[in-house]
Nanobody
Framework: QVQLVESGGGLVQAGGSLRLSCAASGRTFSRYAMGWFRQAPGEEREFVAVISRDGGTTDYADSVKGRFTISRDNTKNTVYLQMNSLKPEDTALYYC?????????????????WGQGTQVTVSA
């Protein structure tokens, strides 16, 4: 059983940066691969980034590769998403998700737990 709480969203200008945080409850955080997804109004949930449970493997959507970085601190039960060079098309509600597996997945249906989301808005 894991509860996830995202924070760090906000309103930024194009080209700016934000760092999202996802704090997890419990003592078994290190057993879960973690992912970030986003969803804009009227759009399907979109994969953003994933990290293995030990932090050794990461993967990114092509649209954010080179701009976003996912990381985790298992001591703090927290996963992060550093977002640089933000674009208006990055505007969405960003969700943190946990999967009971060594590796994450690009498919949102394969995740077990979700946070409530944090809004990121990028102005032109």
């Amino acid at each position: 059983q894991v509860q996830l709480v995202e924070s760090g969203g906000g309103l930024v200008q194009a080209g700016g940066s934000l760092r999202l945080s996802c704090a997890a409850s419990g003592r078994t955080f290190s057993r879960y691969a973690m992912g970030w997804f986003r969803q804009a109004p009227g759009e399907e949930r979109e994969f953003v980034a994933v990290i293995s449970r030990d932090g050794g493997t990461t993967d990114y959507a092509d649209s954010v590769k080179g701009r976003f970085t996912i990381s985790r601190d298992n001591t703090k039960n927290t996963v992060y998403l550093q977002m640089n060079s933000l674009k208006p098309e990055d505007t969405a509600l960003y969700y943190c998700a946990a999967r009971s597996s060594l590796l994450g997945s690009v498919t949102y249906l394969e995740y077990d737990y979700w946070g409530q989301g944090t809004q990121v808005t990028v102005s032109a």
